[in-house]
């Protein structure tokens, strides 16, 4: 009845009395729910669904702020209240919608999601366009980009653009894609290794930018000393880019493992270990799966501080039942890239400035 209650108010986020009232309720929810004597996991985890500081979980109370209200907070509210009703998991995000799931509706969840990475981006619907024909007398046609559908879903998978700039411990600073295996960041951490991945040329990538760098959705993030994923900042967007990177890092004195840019966002980096909560814990990009992976890719690389991937096989992507990805570097060929062993000569040669 409380969240009924709330989207059957008329003006909520256009009228101040309203939005009070909003709040009235949800707070004295939130009240009686705290003073229950015995809590059971699922009025935990509806506590933590409807109030927390975390950015990614109370997205209740988030969702009647007047400024979300009207743009996702009602449609949220609305399905929200539909999936209790119903007990229906409706996403992997809800903790209290987790206690609807059960075994075999994750072995379901784990199927449909690899079906759904496979299917075949939509085919490119040509347009002419009307107005170009008539005034430039030729034939002009807009087409949208293919999408891979594994971009939809690519769950705390991450990486960074080349063009971010990198805080050195020397004052100076460096491009991503200039970094090199040696390379002493302000934090005092090492460059181990960097990785380079080539851009889909025939689909964008999903990117959301973050003050200027852009990120996978995924890829935990530290800003104002707080873990985000990008996507709960920003919306993702498709963008044209060549490749994206990340980092291996030697950083057993801090054990951060992180990067810090110019404009002070941080970002995490592979093989991190780090648990202390939910965004920065994963089982395979956090631990030394991640890292044996690689080496077996290409040992090589890893060893001089440089590796090339010239394509991503996304057919054969195992996911757990977290929707993570676990095998995401493994190797699929044992045929190296000549474009790999020219890197590695100039990373050796302590070439800088490159031009991808």
């Known amino acids: 009845m409380t969240l009924k209650n709330i989207i059957g108010i008329t003006n909520l986020g256009n009228n101040e009395e309203d939005n009070e009232q909003a709040n009235n309720i949800l707070n004295n929810y939130i009240e009686f729910l705290n003073q229950l004597k015995y809590k059971t996991k699922f009025i935990k985890n509806l506590i933590i669904d409807i109030d927390n500081p975390d950015p990614n979980h109370g997205q209740v109370i988030k969702a009647i702020i007047p ?111 200039d970094l090199k295996k040696g390379d002493q960041l302000n934090n005092n951490a090492i460059v181990q290794c960097l990785i380079e991945q080539r851009s889909n040329k025939y689909s964008k990538a999903y990117m959301c930018n973050i003050d200027g760098i852009l990120f996978t959705p995924y890829h935990p993030i530290c800003k104002d000393d707080q873990w985000y994923f990008p996507i709960d900042l920003v ?58 992976d690689l080496k077996e890719r290409d040992p090589l690389g890893y060893s001089k501080g440089y590796i090339y991937i010239e394509e991503i096989n996304y057919r054969k992507l195992q996911y757990d039942e977290n929707q993570c990805c676990t095998n995401y570097y493994k190797i699929q060929s044992n045929n190296y890239n000549n474009y790999n062993d020219k890197k590695i000569m100039e990373n050796e040669n302590n070439v800088s400035n490159l031009i991808y």
Not at 143 to 156: A, C, D, L, Q, T
Request: with cysteine; hydrophobic share 30%; glycine share 8%.
């Open 235 to 292: 919306q993702s967007k498709p963008v044209s880019i060549d490749s994206w990177f990340n980092l291996i890092l030697n950083d057993e004195i801090n054990g951060k493992y992180e990067v810090e840019f110019e404009n002070g966002i941080k970002a995490i980096t592979l093989g991190h270990y780090r648990k202390e909560n939910k965004i920065l814990k994963h089982e395979y990009f956090g631990t030394d799966l991640v890292l044996k």
């Open 67 to 177: 400024s979300y209200y009207e743009t996702w907070g009602k449609c949220y509210l609305c399905s929200f209240l539909r999936f209790h009703q119903f007990e229906q998991c409706g996403n992997f995000k809800d903790q209290s919608l987790q206690c609807y799931s059960n075994e075999v509706f994750n072995v379901l969840r784990k199927m449909a999601n690899t079906i759904f990475i496979n299917l075949p981006p939509p085919k490119t619907k040509i347009i002419q366009n009307q107005y170009a024909n008539r005034y430039s007398g030729g034939n002009s046609n807009s087409n949208g980009g293919n999408v891979r559908m594994s971009n939809f879903i690519n769950r705390h998978g991450g990486c960074f653009n080349g063009e971010a700039i990198v805080l050195l411990a020397n004052g100076k600073t460096k491009f991503v894609k």
